[in-house]
């Protein structure tokens, strides 16, 4: 076993993996990309129909004995995949080695998983490809095979204890909004937990496929037993471009055409979301002014409407310098914003810290990708389930200032959480 030199905290579970291959060809449409993923270690990060999907290791970095935060990954990725011998015969974002990453919500925290796939099939503007990750002369192409259709079938769950219970939430939300009164503070985001039980081991897999189904305008994602279907892109860098959608505030789906024009209605008028709102974009903006040359976002926000939701959404977009910050990097600088945290950061942090039940782990954080140029694509964590065997634990937050009502909040969260929790129960 040979380790990587150099780099604090990488291991290397494949023998030479100081001078890893990465060998990417054009391959024909694969069609369903998730119908491609073996059972075992898997890897996803799509929309519609483009994105990738990997599967086996070729390196994972460790966070084993100390935090590292974000920078610090985004830093050791980029030694990481320089180091690589490219053979890239596609030349688009997400070809060449790739890194899949997920990391912690909390900076302070453990946890963030940065794993470099062997296997990887993208797809994107109509072109699909094969990257394979190797030691130098052992490229072997592996026999890929659609899953059976068995392993789309799900198993029986139930619904298991919520952390803390409802009424306790609640609790939590009104301290919030006090303190939020009070001054120092004015918006924090509060999570409560659910957990799931089943009657054999839950498969991300099928997870995966049925909320992509649902969710086709969402980023479904699969890492290390976390999936989900987030709406919300962090940010995403082509080149030198940087953009992000930010999402703040939100109402329920309405039952018929007229009363979901009601409530959209509602929302876009609503002084309590406008004011979320703004200051979830205030947040990504000032973020992405000290890193870029010019940072615009949209005047007003715009009603996003999703199968049992409708968020107010603002578009964001940056120029960057060259050479220009990675994909994870945006990623590390941005998070958390006040769309997954609160504002200021450091406080709001706090008072999460203090009021929260259940570690968030990686649930709110950033989950994507990033290749060896440092183009990437990173949503938050949202939307999803961390699957342990026959258990799931699911999260939903919901964003608290001044003007929030706590039975609004449960109820939002209620929302929120039934996305994940139909996938698993379905």
Not at 13 to 23: H, N
Not at 251 to 277: I, N, P, Q, Y
């Amino acid at each position: 076993m040979v380790s990587r030199p150099a780099t604090t905290g990488v291991t290397a579970p494949v023998e030479g993996a100081a001078e890893l291959v990465a060998w990417s060809v054009e391959v024909d449409d694969p069609g369903d990309l998730l119908s491609w993923l073996p059972a075992g270690q898997a890897f996803a990060f799509l929309r519609g129909h483009d994105g990738l999907v990997g599967w086996g290791e070729a390196v994972r970095l460790s966070t084993a004995g100390a935090v590292r935060s974000g920078p610090d990954l985004a830093e050791s990725v980029e030694q990481l995949l320089g180091a690589m011998t490219v053979r890239d015969d596609v030349g688009l974002p997400g070809s060449g080695p790739v890194a899949i990453a997920s990391l912690v919500f909390d900076p302070a925290a453990s946890g963030s998983v940065v794993v470099v796939p062997k296997v990887m099939l993208g797809r994107r503007d109509g072109r699909a490809w094969l990257t394979l990750v190797t030691p130098p002369g052992a490229v072997e192409v592996p026999a890929l095979r659609r899953r059976p259709t068995s392993a789309a079938l799900p198993v029986r769950a139930r619904m298991g204890s919520s952390i803390p219970p409802p009424e306790e939430w609640r609790a939590s939300v009104a301290d919030a909004v006090g303190r939020l009164r009070a001054g120092g503070l004015d918006k924090v985001v509060l999570a409560r937990a659910l957990d799931v039980d089943a009657d054999a081991p839950l498969d991300p897999r099928a997870v995966a496929a049925r909320l992509a189904e649902r969710f086709p305008s969402c980023f479904t994602y699969v890492c290390d037993g976390l999936v989900g279907a987030s709406p919300e892109l962090l940010v995403r860098r082509t080149g030198r471009q940087a953009e992000s959608l930010v999402l703040a505030g939100s109402v329920r789906r309405g039952t018929t055409a007229a009363e979901d024009a009601e409530l959209e209605a509602g929302l876009l008028c609503s002084v309590k979301d406008r004011h979320e709102h703004r200051l979830a974009v205030e947040s990504v903006r000032d973020v992405l002014a000290t890193v870029a040359h010019e940072v615009e976002a949209d005047a007003e926000p715009q009603a996003l409407r999703l199968a049992n939701i409708t968020h107010l959404a603002s578009h964001a977009q940056a120029w960057l310098p060259s050479p220009a910050p990675s994909g994870l990097a945006l990623a590390a600088a941005l998070h958390p914003t006040a769309a997954g945290g609160g504002t200021p950061r450091a406080r709001a942090l706090e008072v999460i810290r203090e009021l929260e039940a259940a570690p968030r782990g990686r649930y709110a954080g950033p989950v994507g990708w990033v290749d060896g140029h440092g183009d990437g694509e990173f949503a938050l964590a949202l939307r999803c389930a961390q699957l342990d065997g026959a258990r799931a634990r699911l999260w939903a937050g919901a964003g608290v200032v001044a003007e929030s009502d706590p039975d609004a909040e449960v109820a939002e969260t209620a929302v929120k959480l039934e996305a994940a929790l139909t996938a698993l129960l379905s």
